[in-house]
């Protein structure tokens, strides 16, 4: 029995150790792709070049976090990646304007959720053999209807209106 439990121990630690361990490392490079927009109410995506540039800086840690959309980079976002917590997984991207968001790598994916202005913004990065997929969902920032009865069997539920969805397959660029 005692020797199952350490067993056990091992591997889960080993297995938590080598996921944290894989990122950002495994997402270096710089990736490209076609990001799909879908908005509510339009039956067609819109089409948009994305770009993710993710590099190791001179600063001990701290890594470029770079998106570029658009075929001639009209919108390049320098981001830096930093490091928070990462046996915990929590890393920041600071967009170098007083804005930092706190962001998780958990389960294989890089995700956080944050607020601006009336959208709350859902994001995820994961890697998937070659690819590196990025989506979005952004909803209501307040709930578009509140049911239940308020008791332990049936506790009260908001729902959210959700107003698009974007999705990006990119490839590292040779």
């Known amino acids: 029995m005692k020797r199952s439990v350490l067993a056990c121990c091992f591997f889960l630690s080993f297995f938590f150790s080598f996921s944290q361990t894989s990122f950002p490392k495994s997402f270096i490079g710089h990736w490209e792709g076609t990001l799909h927009w879908y908005q509510a109410g339009k039956a067609t995506p819109q089409k948009v070049k994305m770009q993710l540039i993710i590099q190791p800086t001179d600063s001990a840690k701290t890594y470029t976090w770079q998106i570029i959309y658009g075929d001639k980079g009209q919108d390049n976002r320098p981001y830096l990646l930093k490091p928070v917590d990462t046996v915990k997984g929590h890393w920041q991207i600071d ?23 009336s959208t709350t913004i859902v994001d995820s990065y994961w890697r998937e053999g070659n690819n590196l997929i990025a989506e979005f969902y952004g909803l209501t920032a307040k ?16 729902s959210y209106g ?13």
């Open 95 to 117: 967009e170098r304007n007083g804005i930092i968001l706190d962001q998780y790598f958990i389960g294989n994916r890089f995700t956080s959720a944050f607020t601006v202005q």
């Open 162 to 174: 959700t107003k698009s969805y974007q999705r990006a397959v990119m490839r590292r660029k040779k």
């Open 143 to 158: 709930p578009v209807g509140t049911t239940g009865e308020g008791t332990d069997d049936s506790p009260k539920v908001d």
